[in-house]
């Protein structure tokens, strides 16, 4: 067996090892698009949105420019714009937020789930029912609430069931920011099916990416995959025919026939890494550092705005909510995420060991600079500040070795039994 010297360097992501398994594929399919000198929308732009569309188990997919594009051109389509309000996670990338944002209208940040990092559907209902604390302080009524977008993150579902209760009661839209949770599925159904909408990326990190920016939308209402269609062609139908006003936002074919490529081994690779994050699980029990998110009284003391009093050593892994495929979950983990007291700490060792990581998010949106006139305070949304100062992302994908694996948890667990006895 191999030891870890051998091991000189672990990305947080290697689409370098991805590409070379798959080169041979992809150059064909992108020297026939240059064959063709067919790039804009076209045979292979259609015929992926059919594929896309058979796999979310949705009736339409209209592609796009970019996931941040599929938001935008959602809200578009269900005219969303100034006046509006629309709720969704601080959780998330800034995109979810800002799509809502560039058209006028307000976003509402609200807290998320300790264990999932998910939009809290509890804090939903009371935003709605016009009794949370954040109606009053920020002065926003539950009538103007027009959608709500859940962010399915890290490739785990949001809390689908009482989210769609809650916006058909209310008679508003909800539009699934699936980006990082493409084939992800809750209670069986797809992520993306669940919703009016759902709003895809292929941006290359993704779990289906690119060569550069893409994006996608699903629905089943014919009407709005129309409407989408023609927004994201500027409004145009027939050509030069303007009947609303869009934007230019179209899937390069180059794209499309890339994705097509990378789509036949999207199943194997989810799966790869749905294994390669039980075997971390694994690793950290043997190692006696996990911890079961049930056992985090810590979390709730923050919740109710006290400090926690002490650090924990141990670490908390992430947890499936809706349980595994058997029954009916499916996390696609986009990224396998950790939670610790001793962040800071364990990415100094593993930037010292060359390891890969990345901190998703470190500012929640209900913080960012961009939206403090909205008037919000950290301990506003005090989940998702906790999880912004505490979590961390580490290298998963299918080309990732059980090896590479146990040198990123030696790693850690050095780490963190280094601090233990240096405070004793
Ligand atoms: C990546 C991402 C987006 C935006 O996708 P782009 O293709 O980069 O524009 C939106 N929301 C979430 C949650 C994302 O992770």
């Known amino acids: 067996m191999s030891s870890d010297k051998d091991i000189s360097e672990v990305p947080l992501l290697n689409l370098k090892a991805q590409y070379s398994n798959i080169q041979e594929e992809i150059q064909s399919a992108i020297n026939e698009v240059i064959e063709s000198q067919y790039f804009i929308m076209g045979p292979e732009v259609s015929s992926f949105e059919e594929q896309i569309a058979d796999y979310c188990n949705v009736s339409y997919a209209v592609s796009c420019d970019s996931g941040s594009d599929a938001l935008l051109l959602s809200l578009m389509a269900l005219d969303i714009g100034r006046g509006d309000v629309v709720i969704t996670t601080p959780y998330t990338f800034f995109a979810t937020a800002g799509a809502i944002a560039h058209l006028g209208a307000t976003p509402v940040f609200l807290d998320i789930l300790p264990d999932s990092y998910n939009l809290d559907p509890e804090q939903v209902g009371k935003f709605l029912n016009d009794h949370h604390p954040l109606n009053k302080k920020l002065n926003i009524q539950a009538k103007n609430v027009k959608a709500i977008i859940p962010v399915h993150l890290y490739g785990q579902p949001a809390d689908m069931g009482p989210i769609m209760e809650l916006a058909q009661q209310n008679d508003i839209a909800v539009i699934e920011d699936a980006a990082q949770a493409i084939g992800a599925e809750y209670k069986n159904r797809r992520a993306g099916s669940i919703g009016d909408f759902g709003c895809f990326s292929f941006f290359p990190s993704k779990n289906l990416g690119g060569y550069g920016d893409g994006?996608?939308?699903?629905?089943?209402?014919?009407?709005?995959?129309?409407?989408?269609?023609?927004?994201?062609?500027?409004g145009a139908k027939p050509k030069y025919h303007h009947s609303i006003v869009g934007i230019n936002s179209r899937l390069d074919a180059l794209q499309a026939a890339v994705l097509k490529?990378?789509?036949q081994y999207l199943d194997e690779w989810s799966q790869k890494r749905r294994e390669k994050a039980l075997f971390y699980n694994q690793l950290f029990k043997e190692a006696d550092l996990a911890i079961h998110t049930d056992q985090l009284n810590y979390l709730y003391r923050q919740k109710s705005g006290?400090?926690?009093?002490?650090?924990?050593?141990?670490?908390v892994l992430p947890k499936e909510i809706q349980g595994g495929p058997s029954r009916g979950g499916r996390h696609i983990y986009h990224q396998y995420i950790i939670r610790t007291d001793f962040r800071s700490e364990i990415m100094e060792a593993l930037e010292a060991h060359h390891i890969g990581y990345s901190v998703y998010y470190p500012v929640p949106l209900h913080e960012q600079e961009c939206f403090a006139h909205l008037g919000y305070e950290a301990g506003d949304c005090p989940i998702a500040h906790h999880a912004s100062k505490t979590t961390l992302a580490l290298p998963v994908y299918p080309e990732l070795s059980d090896q590479e694996q146990r040198y990123i948890v030696n790693t850690i667990q050095k780490t963190i039994s280094r601090i233990i006895h240096q405070e004793i």
């Open 306 to 315: 006290q400090q926690s009093a002490e650090k924990n050593a141990k670490i």
């Open 261 to 263: 490529v990378k789509f």
């Open 215 to 234: 994006g996608l939308i699903t629905t089943n209402d014919a009407d709005m995959a129309e409407k989408l269609a023609k927004l994201r062609l500027h």
